[in-house]
């Protein structure tokens, strides 16, 4: 934007500019309109949401005559009567996306957030100090609308806050330690219940070398806290504080920061009325400590957006976030699990991948531990159980649950049951009013109360008609009510008393008056298990094109019978699913063609990410995929269809076919087993394991227990994984994957006899395999990686030159990265530290390609280490304070964590550090005492010989030096057995 062009701004006092020029709106009413416009640009809304913000809860009489005076007045004041359009239930401002300096901030702040996930933390920080540059003070800052400031100004407030807290961040992990301190100061002096400045504040004084104010931050605000809330500071705030008093060598990495607030909670439901008492009853409720209210109903009743409602109201009491999960307990689809909605919890709550257990009660152990000290609202949505939510309830005090039922839930949950019943008529009426616009409500009075009273007071169904009425003239309000007062044709769907009969008689008013395509397309987007279902998908559901399923899609939506859940994405209400399969039954369509349609779209779509990202893992005898897509578009594909695939891949093991089962497995484990979800995809392989040996298909099970056994390897168990794969019987096609799984898992457990005759029945396949280089490729890499670890660099480096010319002929990205990264291990241990940085690099700009962001962080913490020996030691901190990083966000192998705690040690040696380059080293042989990664072990001694040594501590060194000796060499590592018999002998 320049000022020569029109301008809005809501950051800050209302401001407006046109053709460069200020456009002053004095009056006070006028202001509250047009800030209430722009909040809702280029978007309808309502005539009752605009007299609310302006009157608030008791507007005056006249209030609907009044409004369209006040939307007159600011088109004549902006010069552009177009500018502000009439919509059939309200007014609409159109502006160019850009014009919104609320727009601005978003797009740039998103931009800030996506660098920093790319690492790129300088652009990071351009961009969001960009972002917050568009902000001019407190935002309406001169809208006098108490709604408003309740409601929207505070939650841009809030955006503006998390950014700032994102952009501090970035500048810790940029080492601009000294510039945020003054930033800080002023931040928990304005907000000091807000642990995170406070954790930024004690990180950023500890790395300026100013541990006494560092420890002093802490007691101010543990002082804070006690005064204002009569709480202790929360675990996260006194995990950094321990951290500092230890001198942790983890404070240093840029990854050090205490909780961040969870935020999951849907967005509060538009046009909300009623339910004013139960509201109150329950915000009174949850006041308590250890708070549990079960709200219940029938279906429609407007549960879940009561349960919204209350959460958003009482936010500032759980300052430590909201948790939400859509149990889906009355859904045609599955149940959520338990262990899937605890990994979700505890994801979000920071913890790491590698740290979520599989097993569920310690899942549920680690759930309700670190809750401890928090105070969070755990919100449990559609829970059809007392057996469904009792895991799930925390023991801390200081948490609170809402779950919503059709049930009251009572024993043994100790719960307050709040039952919602439909809706007073005037609540109803009113629901309905401020949507159809205040003409409409004067006019048609009686006809809209009538429409209420056969919708059944139940919200669902009030909205469903609302859908229906949309773009209507008022006058065709009264023929509506005819219309659905005559509604017969769901009568034998309802019986005595049913709850969902007028629910009902809406949904069928609104699937008769669909297109016959649309039609089709609601009786068919049920069909998806998934949570959601996006436009492609829905495509290949209808076997239509895309843009007309788009089209369709949006057709549903504006009659409330899908939910937009995203860009492109659409959700379909409980009740729905079984209207629509009610009707598709009826329509005699032909559900599991459709079925198969749309989970061959995810298998096909799965096939040509993996041919993108992981092609090394295609099935030899498989035909080649041909695919025009990006790697950014493959991995943004499996982000968004993670929860879908897995849920069709659980129905096809349980509903058929039984096949797509295991082979959608196949086409994705190259992301699940590398991106930390690992207990919903432990609990999916387990399914398609079933379905195999249901099947009898022994390359199938096979195949599954393999992934089992790669999960578990990446959790850090590799005696579980070499049980799964010991339990396998391989032959024909999964030969070369079970062979090359199980060279890796005993190679690292120190079996090198295994693993070379695994690596060498993986050479002996090319006889039969000749066309399929990657399987020659896997042990060429396997055999260089064993004798690399033996201490036979020149053979190591012969097999991994051959390998990485195949590689490279095959465009296997992954197999070249590989093959170059432990090429590069090979020329640090050799001396060539040049020719193994430039290896490294590349390696690692392959893994960015393809996003094996943990194959990126080994492969950093190795470059760290050549870059140390070479004598580049600020960039070998850096470059191992990022490996640092990323393992920890990402959790996954804690082999590779040893690694890059290895790599800090060494550079921390070689600044003269050596008391914080022994404690890197023991956590690295901490983790790979753990996970039982013997080289690890024995290089972690090795490295705390001369750690130790040059920290003065002989008689240490020495021991460390005869331990990791004896281990090297009964273990065959003879290039460690002879570099500590070579340090022992200095050490004597």
Avoid at 4 to 30: C, M, N, W, Y
Avoid at 483 to 504: K, P, Q
Wanted: glycine share 8%; with cysteine; net charge neutral.
């Amino acid at each position: 934007m320049t000022l020569s062009q029109d301008e809005f701004g809501v950051l800050g006092p209302l401001v407006v500019r046109r053709e460069g020029r200020i456009v002053p709106i004095t009056a006070a009413k006028h202001r509250i309109v047009l800030a209430t416009l722009l909040l809702g640009a280029n978007r309808s809304v309502p005539a009752a949401d605009l007299i609310r913000r302006v009157w608030g809860e008791t507007p005056p009489d006249r209030a609907a005559q009044t409004l369209p005076v006040y939307v007159m007045r600011l088109r004549r004041a902006l010069g552009d009567p177009q500018l502000i359009r009439t919509t059939p239930t309200g007014y609409r401002i159109d502006l160019p996306h850009e014009a919104l300096d609320l727009h601005r901030f978003a797009d740039l702040a998103e931009e800030g957030a996506a660098r920093a996930a790319e690492e790129d933390f300088a652009g990071a920080c351009a961009v969001y100090e960009l972002a917050l540059g568009h902000w001019r003070g407190a935002p309406l800052a001169d809208v006098p609308s108490e709604s408003l400031h309740e409601t929207e100004a505070s939650n841009l407030a809030e955006r503006r806050l998390r950014v700032t807290s994102e952009l501090i961040d970035v500048k810790l992990r940029l080492g601009r330690c000294d510039e945020v301190i003054a930033d800080l100061r002023r931040l928990t002096a304005q907000h000091p219940l807000r642990e995170q400045f406070w954790s930024q504040l004690m990180v950023a004084l500890y790395r300026a070398d100013r541990q006494a104010d560092a420890l002093d931050a802490y007691r101010q605000a543990g002082t804070a806290l006690a005064r204002e809330l009569g709480v202790d500071p929360s675990d996260g705030l006194r995990s950094v504080h321990h951290a500092i008093l230890t001198g942790d060598p983890a404070l240093h990495q840029p990854a050090a920061s205490a909780w961040a607030p969870v935020s999951q909670l849907p967005a509060p439901v538009g046009n909300y009325v009623g339910r004013s008492a139960e509201l109150a009853r329950v915000t009174a409720l949850l006041s308590r400590a250890a708070a549990v209210v079960v709200v219940c109903g029938p279906p429609g009743v407007g549960k879940t957006a009561f349960a919204t409602s209350v959460g958003h109201a009482v936010r500032d009491r759980f300052p430590d976030g909201q948790l939400y999960a859509n149990l889906r307990g009355h859904s045609t689809s599955p149940p959520l699990s338990t262990s899937a909605v605890l990994a979700r919890f505890l994801r979000a709550m920071g913890v790491r991948a590698d740290h979520i257990p599989v097993d569920e009660d310690d899942l549920v152990r680690g759930y309700r531990a670190r809750l401890r000290g928090r105070r969070v609202l755990i919100t449990l949505d559609n829970a059809a159980s007392v057996e469904q939510v009792l895991p799930l309830l925390p023991d801390e005090p200081g948490c609170s649950v809402v779950i919503t039922s059709r049930n009251e839930l009572r024993d043994p949950l100790r719960a307050t049951p709040v039952r919602l019943d439909v809706l007073r008529g005037d609540e109803a009426w009113k629901l309905l009013a401020r949507s159809l616009g205040p003409e409409a409500a004067m006019a048609q009075f009686d006809a809209i109360a009538e429409l209420a009273r056969l919708c059944g007071y139940l919200p669902l169904a009030l909205r469903i008609a609302l859908g229906n009425l949309v773009g209507l003239p008022h006058a065709d309000i009264a023929s509506y009510v005819d219309e659905l007062r005559g509604g017969d044709r769901l009568t034998a769907l309802a019986v005595d008393n049913d709850d969902t009969a007028a629910v009902r008689r809406a949904f069928d008013l609104s699937y008769a008056a669909l297109r016959p395509a649309a039609a089709r397309l609601f009786r068919l987007v049920g069909l998806s298990p998934g949570p959601d279902l996006s436009a492609l998908g829905a495509a290949a559901l209808l076997d239509a094109p895309v843009s007309e399923t788009l089209g369709l899609l949006e057709e549903l939506a504006s009659a409330h019978l899908v939910q937009r859940v995203g860009a492109d994405r659409f959700a379909v209400h409980d009740l729905l699913r079984v209207y629509a399969a009610d009707r598709a039954a009826a329509a005699g369509e032909d559900q599991e063609s459709a079925r198969r349609r749309l989970f061959g779209w995810y298998l096909r779509t799965a096939a040509e990410v993996g041919s993108v990202l992981y092609p090394e893992l295609r099935p030899p005898c498989a035909p080649p995929v041909v695919t025009a897509m990006t790697a950014d578009a493959a991995r943004a594909w499996l982000t968004e269809e993670r929860p879908s695939v897995l849920a069709a891949t659980e129905h096809c093991a349980s509903a058929g076919p039984l096949s797509l089962s295991w082979q959608l497995i196949d086409a994705v484990s190259g992301y699940f087993g590398t991106h930390g979800h690992h207990v919903e995809f432990v609990r999916a392989i387990g399914a398609a394991l079933g379905a195999a040996r249901r099947a009898g298909d022994a390359d199938a099970e096979t195949s599954m227990l393999v992934w089992l056994a790669a999960e578990h390897r990446n959790l850090g168990n590799l005696r579980a994984a070499r049980r799964y794969l010991r339990e396998a019987s391989p032959s024909g096609r999964t030969l070369w994957l079970h062979a090359g799984l199980d060279g890796v898992v005993n190679l690292e457990l120190g079996e090198f006899a295994a693993a070379s005759d695994a690596f060498s029945r993986m050479m002996d396949l090319t006889a039969v395999l000749p066309s399929v280089p990657h399987v020659r490729v896997g042990g060429l890499a396997g055999l260089g990686a064993l004798h690399l670890m033996r201490g036979d660099y020149a053979r190591a480096g012969a097999h991994l030159r051959e390998g990485l010319e195949l590689a490279r002929a095959a465009e296997g990205v992954n197999m070249v990265a590989t093959c170059a990264a432990l090429l590069g291990r090979c020329h640090t241990a050799m001396g060539d530290h040049p020719r193994a940085v430039a290896l490294l690099r590349q390696a690692l700009a392959d893994w960015y390609r393809t996003g094996a962001r943990h194959a990126r962080a080994d492969g950093m913490a190795h470059l760290a280490t050549a870059l140390c020996l070479a004598g580049e030691h600020p960039e070998a901190l850096r470059t191992a304070q990022r490996s640092l990083a990323l393992v920890q966000e990402l959790g996954g192998s804690p082999r590779i964590e040893c690694e890059v705690h290895n790599a800090l040690g060494l550079v921390l040696r070689h600044l003269d550090k050596p008391a914080r380059a022994v404690a890197a080293h023991l956590r690295a042989l901490e983790l790979a005492t753990a996970c039982d990664y013997r080289y690890g072990v024995a290089a972690a001694h090795l490295h705390l010989v001369r750690a130790l040594a040059a920290d003065g501590r002989r008689a240490e060194a020495t021991r460390h030096a005869r331990v990791g000796h004896e281990l090297a060499t009964r273990c065959g590592f003879h290039g460690l057995a002879a570099t500590s018999g070579d340090l022992l002998a200095e050490l004597d």
